[in-house]
């Protein structure tokens, strides 16, 4: 690695180099060492000659966007490299299909021949990282490539066997009062500025149209079945009120503005049954009173967690719990796109609800089609680099473009069923204070029980959706601010239930869908097959604002929202859904059922531990998510309520693996990530 760094300071560096082949490369490479004297004029034609030979004998293009030609002899006193950045990718034949646009032309004497294999040996450990990719193509000059690398060594430490999580900076604070707030505080403010600065590109743009409709749904959804249950007096308006409103300010105030807050399904519980023990004390007249006290405890309590640094506890949290509640939030965005489709064609009674049903089917199949047909395009061999960009960052909002057009050519008010937005009377009113006067004493202080309940669902959701957001496979590289966020969490619910509107938590499904529209991502082959990692998010607050900016006033245009089929969001649903569970390693475990051992893709854990010990770590989770959806979906909202705790006991369960699985195979099946040295086998 020295040798790179040595060369590339010393000014062997050619970047925007507008060549399509090899021969075209290493002439151009040549010229350059000659003109900057590394290579004497007399030598050219022979270390030119030397190089094509060498290309049409064995070709050097060894995959990775990576091509190392090389030519030694003994009448070459002074090694010389020249890396070469390319203006436009080439196929030139790559074993893993990647177009090749770096090239490492390097010469020397014969007896470099130890040192030549030190340099190939770095050159591939660079090359495999896909951040360097990202750094080195949008870099504008020699100190950019050089950076790059320097970054590499830095965060590529190799170690053998993986580790559990390691303890993120986020959740080291000191036990002292408000360390972790003060903390995070000076963490994410040097960022401040730059977080709008980071949000003007184009990206941004196609992620803010695709998360407006994505956070919109939800909320007229949520707020619609929140009305039925209590009443009206909590509706789609307050809804909407409440996401614009704590969208805003957690956009602003917050450490990871990256993560959407929204209503969710356990909240919706909550709120439900609070309302159904009014009925029960007869104290329905009362009940914004008593969930404003319950809130006001709730954000108390919070707050009271985020000043005395409880989100370290996350920290006994690993991918084993991730997994499953990250697997239980996709499902639950695809349990609530499918349920309504087959209601459709269960009350179906006459040929005009049978087409309304089947058009309900073709909208959000035809929906979910296109949006992940245009979101595989970044990986495509057809159109220019920037259309497949394009297409592949506006495709969920083209698609729903698309068959909003198609309902109403297709369909008619009779056949459709729209989005809901009409506004109860109780629904309207709850945006004036609520009156905590009329609630009699002895309630204001026993809503202290529900509020600790409240109090464990919203740390538990908003922790683990920030864990998930700031996994180190998102690379995010601004910091963490768990107590900060937890903090500014405990004000919005107070807020909330100061004007009756329902409370604000982190939504998961949302939140991982707004990092991969804000990501870059890079097709990769390895020995688990082709799959796509993230190599670079674009961290701002200008997505969050505009997206809660337009929720916000969507409230003024009520009346045109009504014209929004169902079934075209269903068809968004069931994409935020399923691109979320793609790539989560528990999925890919539990495919492994269905498949032949021997062709099982090659990667940490399939290497080092027995398939039995697979299976039963898989089944393990599929047990403890089979449990959630089963608490989730059950009649009894006594039991639903409790879901946080349920949610809190996966980590025993997961120290109580420990005594049934080998140490070390844990160890990888539950690693962080993978080890770095599984990415330095090249295909």
């Given at each position: 690695m020295?040798f790179l ?7 062997s ?8 082949n ?9 010229d ?8 004497p004029e007399?030598q050219k034609?022979?270390?030119?000659e030397?190089?094509k ?16 030609p ?12 020249v ?12 074993p893993?299909?990647v177009p090749?646009r ?8 014969s ?7 030190d ?7 660079l ?8 750094e ?7 100190q ?5 690398m320097?970054r ?28 972790g ?13 730059s977080?709008f600065?980071d949000g003007l ?13 994505a ?10 079945l929140m009305g039925?249950?209590?009443g ?5 308006e307050?809804m909407l ?9 957690y956009a ?8 959407i ?14 309302f159904?023990?009014c ?5 329905t007249?009362n ?9 006001i405890?709730?954000?108390l ?8 640094n ?16 990250s ?8 349990y ?8 459709g064609?269960?009350?179906a009674?006459d ?5 309304g ?11 979910f089609?296109i949006?992940m ?11 220019f680099?920037w259309?497949r ?6 495709g ?7 068959m909003?057009?198609l309902?109403?050519?297709l369909g008619?008010?009779?056949?459709l ?15 004036w ?6 609630v009699?004493?002895?309630i ?11 109090t464990v669902?919203?740390?538990l959701s ?8 700031n996994?180190?496979?998102n ?5 963490e ?7 500014v ?9 100061l004007f009756?509107?329902p ?5 998961t ?7 991969r ?18 190599v ?9 604002l ?7 006033g ?9 014209y929004v ?20 390693q ?12 021997s ?10 531990v ?6 039963l ?6 047990i403890c ?9 059950n009649p ?10 349920f ?15 080998d140490?070390?195979?844990l160890?990888f ?14 295909v």
């Amino acid at each position: 690695m020295n040798f790179l760094f040595r060369s590339i300071a010393e000014g062997s560096c050619l970047l925007n180099l507008d060549a399509s082949n090899m021969e075209e490369i290493i002439d151009a490479a040549i010229d350059f060492l000659v003109q900057t004297g590394r290579l004497p004029e007399s030598q050219k034609a022979m270390v030119s000659e030397g190089l094509k030979e060498r290309e049409k004998r064995i070709p050097t293009v060894i995959g990775h966007a990576c091509a190392v030609p090389h030519f030694y002899d003994d009448a070459i006193t002074e090694p010389a490299m020249v890396f070469v950045r390319l203006k436009h990718a080439s196929n030139m034949g790559a074993p893993d299909g990647v177009p090749t646009r770096y090239i490492y032309v390097l010469i020397g004497s014969s007896e470099q021949t130890e040192s030549h294999l030190d340099t190939l040996s770095s050159i591939a450990r660079l090359m495999s990282d896909n951040v360097v990719h990202f750094e080195m193509m949008y870099g504008d000059s020699q100190q950019d490539m050089l950076d790059a690398m320097e970054r590499h060594v830095n965060r590529n430490v190799l170690a053998a066997p993986p580790k559990p999580r390691e303890i993120s900076e986020g959740l080291k604070t000191e036990p002292k009062l408000f360390a972790g707030l003060i903390a995070d505080i000076k963490r994410r403010t040097p960022h401040y500025i730059s977080d709008f600065k980071d949000g003007l590109k184009a990206k941004t743009l196609a992620s803010i149209i695709f998360m407006f409709f994505a956070c919109l749904a939800p909320a007229v959804t949520f707020g619609g079945l929140m009305g039925e249950g209590t009443g009206g007096m909590i509706g789609v308006e307050s809804m909407l009120k409440a996401t614009a409103v704590c969208g805003l300010a957690y956009a602003l105030l917050t450490g990871q503005p990256l993560i959407i807050l929204g209503g969710i399904g356990p909240m919706l519980i909550f709120t439900i049954i609070l309302f159904d023990l009014c009925i029960e004390m007869e104290q329905t007249e009362n009940f914004l009173g008593i969930y404003g006290w319950v809130g006001i405890w709730t954000g108390l309590f919070t707050i009271l967690l985020a000043v005395t640094n409880a989100s370290n506890l996350m920290k006994y949290f690993t991918r084993f719990t991730d997994e499953i509640f990250s697997a239980l939030m996709s499902l639950i965005f695809i349990y609530k796109a499918v349920v309504p489709i087959f209601e459709g064609f269960r009350d179906a009674e006459d040929g005009t609800s049978y087409i309304g049903a089947l058009l309900t089917l073709i909208l959000a199949i035809g929906t979910f089609y296109i949006a992940m047909t245009l979101a595989r395009l970044r990986s495509s061999k057809y159109l220019f680099p920037w259309m497949r960009e394009f297409l592949a960052d506006f495709g969920p909002s083209i698609a729903l473009l698309c068959m909003i057009a198609l309902a109403w050519w297709l369909g008619d008010a009779t056949t459709l069923t729209t989005l809901d937005v009409a506004v109860n009377a109780s629904d309207s009113s709850s945006g004036w204070l609520v009156n905590f006067g009329s609630v009699p004493i002895w309630i204001r202080f026993a809503a202290i029980v529900p509020a600790i309940l409240a109090t464990v669902l919203i740390f538990l959701s908003q922790n683990i959706t920030a864990r998930l957001v700031n996994s180190p496979e998102n690379r995010l590289e601004k910091g963490e601010a768990y107590h900060l966020d937890l903090a500014v969490i405990g004000l919005l619910v107070a807020l909330c239930s100061l004007f009756g509107w329902p409370w604000m938590v982190a939504a998961t499904v949302r939140s991982l869908a707004h990092i991969r529209s804000l990501a870059w991502s890079e097709e990769m082959v390895d020995g688990s097959g082709q799959h796509s990692e993230i190599v670079h998010v674009a961290e701002n607050r200008i997505s969050p604002l505009v997206i809660h900016l337009l929720i916000g006033g969507s409230l003024l245009v009520l009346p045109l929202l009504q014209y929004v089929p169902k079934a075209a969001l269903y068809g968004i649903f069931l994409y935020m859904g399923f691109v979320s569970l793609k790539g989560v390693q528990f999925i890919e475990r539990l495919s492994f059922w269905l498949m032949d051992s021997s062709l099982y893709p090659i990667n940490h854990y399939t290497r080092r531990v027995p398939t039995r010990s697979i299976h039963l770590f898989t089944l393990c989770q599929f047990i403890c998510l089979v449990v959630l959806c089963v608490i989730n979906v059950n009649p009894f909202q006594e039991i639903r309520i409790l879901f946080p705790i349920f949610i809190a006991l996966l980590v025993p369960v997961r120290f109580l693996l420990g005594r049934f699985f080998d140490a070390d195979h844990l160890a990888f099946l539950d690693a962080d990530e993978a080890p770095e040295d599984e990415e330095l086998h090249w295909v």
